[in-house]
């Protein structure tokens, strides 16, 4: 404490660019990080693979940069050492990666299939074994894993790691910071508390020789700690034991006497096993337990009904099953019912995970008051240089026009995913396009299916146009998703192929999203906590030669 007091000792999140701080290794699976999600992909293509790129801001002038925070003079570019790929599709993270680990399509493996938002569970089930160099992604991460702890026991042994844990959500940490005033350490308002003023610091024991092992089996906390969600703990001990007998026993090792997990269908069963959408018995105790918190009456019913069922990857490789009402989720399927969100607080007075346990619009937190957002309020785009609706010159004398730059989520494709399927192709354009309105189009002399190009801070995209009546003036759509690897021609504006939707944009933090220890606000990595922007984007658009190069 004493080390961190004196700022001798300080988190990586101080000094990002410190060689010391970045990984250097990225494997990229079920994700197209370069194609899809990652916004601002021209600043991925410069600092994080250190490739051509398109970036066009300028460095932030002093001013606007953050005091607590090392500002190196040159931004470290080319951070990765390693980037691997596991897909079975051709993506523009495929095309960028060192390493493409040919993937198991879904009639080539065992799997599961479910979400919240449909009430069946589905088994994927081998109608043939992978082609070729595939494999399923389960026997990928095993064979990476073997090697890993091959080499591991020589590098690296069992090692210490301290965490920085953050305050966690349905648990006493979220009262950790009353009245949601924010007392900073670091400036001597309060001491430093691992759990109450700073993230706890958990030390945890690393035996990196035995990652295979512990991978082939179910761990041994589940025992004594049970599992936990939401702040609901079950205790699966009986479960545990109907694997030992569905999945086999490891016989040695560090996973001696465990339930093997040594092919991908034995982890489906212990998911199955685990989970209360799929096991009405640990369902029922989650309810129980959800009562005994909450005095809310009438929810162990929910679950009742279904108590004695189970079902196992062999039920569901027969026809999906429906799923069970369970207290890790706020919706009901009892009777027959059809899932809809938050029925079980609405309906049955579970109260709301907030701190007052009702839907609550005001918020009283220290930096949401200096924001002025204790209330929802709208707040206009940041300043960019150009305001919407600004008509000018390019050098060259053509018209341009400042449009709001939006980047919804595709009807012709889930994400990256079916858009260079022969049908979708043939049903859109084949290829990136921006939707832009009537006005918008007349003011840059654009007409339908012509070629425009889009630029702002952030990079820029070539691509056709589609005009229609259904876009309103000063707003246009790049749907989202659309890979660099179709019909991409190179830019007028720098000469290089690409573009794609992600180049005009970036991720900018919102510092409200940081907040933590405070009832719902309680930070955790991709639970509540920094969202990627896409909305807040302005871009120039104007029609370009009609001639492109590939
Ligand atoms: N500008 C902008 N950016 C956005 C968004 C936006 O609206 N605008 N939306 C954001 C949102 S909400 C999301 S969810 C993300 C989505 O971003 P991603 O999750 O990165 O996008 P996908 O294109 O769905 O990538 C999934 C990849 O997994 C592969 N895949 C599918 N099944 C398997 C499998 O069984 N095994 C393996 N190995 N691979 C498989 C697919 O072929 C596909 O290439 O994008 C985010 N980014
Ligand atoms: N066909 C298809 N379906 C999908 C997906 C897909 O890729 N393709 N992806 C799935 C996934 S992972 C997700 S997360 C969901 C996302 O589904 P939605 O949450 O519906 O997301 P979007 O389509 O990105 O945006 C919805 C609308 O928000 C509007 N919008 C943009 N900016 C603003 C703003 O500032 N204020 C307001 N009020 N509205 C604004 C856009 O114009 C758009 O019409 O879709 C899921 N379903
Ligand atoms: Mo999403």
Request: aromatic content about 8%.
């Amino acid at each position: 404490m004493d080390e961190l007091k004196s700022g001798r000792l300080r988190f990586a999140a101080e000094d990002p660019d410190d060689p010391a701080n970045f990984p250097r290794v990225l494997t990229v699976w079920r994700a197209n990080l370069l194609g899809s999600s990652g916004k601002g992909n021209e600043y991925f293509l410069r600092h994080l693979l250190g490739t051509d790129a398109d970036v066009r801001s300028e460095e932030t002038p002093p001013r606007g940069r953050p005091r607590e925070v090392v500002w190196r003079d040159e931004a470290p570019e080319g951070k990765l050492d390693l980037l691997v790929t596991m897909d079975f599709r051709m993506t523009s993270t495929g095309l960028l990666s060192d390493v493409v680990l040919p993937a198991a399509t879904w009639y080539e493996k065992d799997d599961l299939s479910s979400t919240d938002m449909h009430p069946f569970v589905h088994a994927f089930t081998p109608a043939i074994a992978p082609p070729w160099q595939a494999r399923t992604d389960y026997d990928t991460f095993l064979t990476i894993a073997d090697r890993f702890s091959e080499l591991a026991a020589d590098h690296l042994g069992t090692r210490t790691d301290v965490l920085a844990v953050p305050l966690t959500h349905d648990t006493p940490d979220e009262l950790a910071q009353p009245g949601g005033v924010v007392r900073d350490w670091k400036t001597g308002e309060c001491e430093p508390v691992p759990g109450r003023t700073m993230p706890k610091l958990v030390a945890v024991e690393r035996d990196y020789a035995s990652t295979a092992q512990k991978m082939r089996a179910v761990g041994p906390l589940l025992d004594t700690l049970g599992t936990t969600t939401k702040g609901v703990t079950v205790h699966p001990d009986r479960e545990i034991e109907e694997l030992r007998h569905r999945c086999g026993t490891v016989r040695d090792g560090v996973g001696a006497g465990r339930p093997s997990l040594a092919t991908a269908s034995d982890m489906c069963e212990a998911i199955l096993a685990l989970s209360g959408t799929t096991n009405g018995r640990l369902a029922t105790e989650g309810f129980r337990e959800l009562e005994r918190q909450t005095g809310s009456e009438g929810l162990v019913e929910l679950a009742a009904e279904r108590e004695a069922e189970r079902i196992t990857f062999a039920d569901t490789r027969t026809q999906p099953r429906s799923v069970m009402t369970s207290y890790e989720w706020s919706g009901s399927e009892t009777g027959g019912r059809r899932y809809s969100p938050f029925v079980i607080n609405t309906e049955h007075k579970k109260p709301w995970h907030t701190l007052t346990g009702r839907q609550h619009f005001f918020v009283q937190h220290d930096w949401m008051t200096e924001l002025g957002e204790q209330l929802p309020v709208f707040r206009p785009p940041l300043n960019a240089r150009r305001a919407y609706g600004d008509e000018q010159l390019h050098e060259d004398g053509r018209a341009e026009v400042t449009v709001r730059y939006l980047t919804p989520h595709s009807k012709w494709s889930i994400h990256s995913n079916y858009q260079d399927n022969k049908y979708m192709l043939d049903l859109s354009r084949g290829g990136p396009v921006i939707w832009m309105s009537l006005e918008d189009a007349e003011k840059i002399g654009v007409k339908d299916n012509e070629w425009i190009e889009a630029y702002n801070r952030n990079g820029v995209v070539a691509c056709r146009a589609v005009v229609t009546h259904r876009m309103p003036e000063g707003t246009v759509y790049m749907y989202h998703a659309q890979d660099r690897n179709i019909n991409v021609p190179k830019t007028e504006l720098s000469g290089k192929r690409g573009g794609m939707h992600n180049s005009l944009t970036r991720l900018l933090l919102k510092p409200t999203h940081l907040a933590g220890g405070y009832a719902q606000f309680t930070y955790a990595f991709n639970y509540y906590g920094p969202t990627g922007n896409q909305r807040d984007e302005v871009t120039v658009i104007r029609r370009r030669s009609q001639r492109v190069e590939y």
